[in-house]
């Protein structure tokens, strides 16, 4: 064996061939599909990311704000790059750079030095702190850390450092996404509560969207509605600003004095309930106006819950613009349901977009078959079953939660399907079964532009259905013989 300098390589261990194949055929087969459901100690390709990577997200999707990961500097390079690839932008963040010191005496010296730094050198309106592994297994106490670098002078008394402890042996990136904005609001609007103002105005949290089209959608929804809003963490333009040879450092966000001044609003709604489970209760006890959870309105019947809903909220009509593209979306689905009627489909995710891939397959009337969340709970378990029974095309649905995408590779090669739909992860798995593989989730590091095309409200029914139904006639295409290579399709 040579590698690509032409020098000889010696492998550490050496197989035969035979074995090799021997290897490769057996994980195909029921009896190892059984053996990896037994494994219990090990997580293979696991379908999230850590909580620290929701927590910068969310940062980032507030006014000239700078996150700051209180950890080690690897960590925060994952956090970055990993943004930073799915959207092709940059991803500005600092740390607090631990090293081996810092994990035995604490990183209380480390905070304090790059507060001071931070502060300086990239002049932030506010900075949210939140904490990698390390810290967190020595007990770091950010709230006692944070007093002291105020009183110590190394950053100013009044400087806004919301924090929250994301520990990444707990949870995943959504659950670090919900800690950080719960923190960023309760910093944000204590003590701007006034009574009897209302501001008039929607807040809206999108919960963990990495799609920076379905904010514009959301926006241009509210838009046409004629509805005020305060989009709280808004990262549209923090992931999706022109290139026009200005790099700045933060662009967009919600207006820290909007989000300040979103505890006084008419409604406050969230459309990512499993990612905003904590910050929405406390809303629910804290901010004025009405509450509202709905699910992300992916397909018909959620988007028309949800068009509904404001129209109701804020006493206005549905919009005849949006009525129009209702029809676009029914005529879209209608034309296009046959390349997908009857397919059965692996699908995988954060719960919130699951739900939604689910409600979309059900109205085309195709077939969520291996439906597989990796950090679920049996409140989502219910929630997905009760979805699969009210269509006949769920009833062969099964659902494997806490499972990894090693599982479902035996899943879709013992049991096969037509398609799958998660993030670029998934593709080895599609890959080994021969499968298409729609790539809606999060990350996306082997595509471009995805995160620009909406897959919420009406427009994303559009934009799933061509993506979908065009790559299965590119098969039909690519894979007939002469005589079956139409015009038409
Ligand atoms: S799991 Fe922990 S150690 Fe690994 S990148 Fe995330 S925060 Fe760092």
């Not at 996404?177 to 501001?199: N, P």
Request: hydrophobic share 35%; charged share 20%; proline share 6%.
């Amino acid at each position: 064996m040579a590698n690509n300098l032409g020098l000889a390589v010696k492998p550490v261990t050496e197989y035969a061939e035979e074995e090799v194949k021997k290897v490769c055929e057996w994980i195909n087969t029921e009896e190892y599909k059984e053996k990896n459901f037994a494994r219990q100690a090990l997580v293979i390709n696991p379908a999230h990311a850590c909580q620290p990577v929701g927590a910068e997200l969310v940062a980032h999707g507030f006014e000239q704000t700078l996150p700051m990961v209180h950890g080690s500097q690897g960590c925060a390079s994952y956090f970055r790059s990993t943004l930073n690839r799915h959207f092709r932008e940059p991803a500005p963040a600092v740390s607090s750079a631990m090293t081996e010191d810092g994990a035995v005496f604490g990183g209380q010296n480390n905070l304090f030095e790059a507060l001071e730094n931070a502060y300086v050198l990239y002049k932030p309106k506010m900075i949210s702190i939140f904490t990698s592994c390390m810290p967190e297994i020595i007990g770091d106490d950010l709230t006692a850390f944070i007093k002291n670098a105020r009183q110590k002078g190394h950053i100013p008394q009044d400087f806004p450092l919301p924090y929250a402890h994301t520990s990444s042996f707990n949870g995943c990136h959504i659950h670090g996404y919900d800690a950080m904005l719960l923190s960023i609001l309760q910093y944000l609007t204590g003590g701007k509560q006034i009574e009897g103002r209302c501001t008039g105005k929607l807040n809206f949290i999108a919960g963990f969207d990495v799609n920076t089209g379905n904010y514009r959608e959301y926006k241009r929804i509210f838009k046409e509605f004629g509805i005020p809003y305060t989009f709280l963490a808004d990262i549209s333009d923090s992931f999706d600003s022109p290139c026009d040879g200005v790099y700045r450092p933060y662009p967009g966000g919600t207006r820290l004095d909007d989000a300040a001044d979103s505890i006084n609003g008419k409604v406050t709604m969230t459309v990512g309930p499993y990612a905003t489970t904590k910050t929405f209760g406390w809303i629910k006890d804290n901010y004025s106006g009405k509450h509202v959870s709905l699910p992300t309105p992916f397909g018909i019947a959620k988007t028309d819950a949800f068009v509904m809903k404001l129209a109701e909220l804020f006493g206005k009509p549905v919009p005849e613009s949006i009525k129009a593209e209702r029809g676009s979306a029914v005529d879209a689905m209608t034309d296009a349901h046959q390349y997908v009627h009857g397919k059965k489909f692996a699908v995988y995710g954060d719960p919130d977009y699951l739900l939604g891939y689910i409600s979309f397959l059900l109205e085309m009337g195709a077939k969520p078959y291996h439906i597989l969340c990796s950090k679920g709970s049996k409140k989502l378990e219910k929630e997905i079953q009760a979805l699969l029974d009210t269509s006949p095309y769920g009833k062969d649905g099964k659902i494997y939660i806490n499972k990894d995408l090693w599982h479902m590779r035996s899943l879709c090669i013992t049991d096969p399907v037509d398609a799958i739909i998660g993030d670029t992860h998934g593709k080895f798995v599609a890959r080994d079964a021969g499968i298409p593989l729609f790539r809606f989730g999060f990350p996306i590091f082997d595509r471009v532009n995805l995160h620009r095309h909406p897959l919420i409200g009406y427009q994303g029914v559009i934009n799933m259905v061509s993506a979908i139904c065009n790559k299965f006639i590119d098969i039909v295409d690519e894979t007939c013989d002469d005589r079956h290579f139409e015009m038409m399709r």
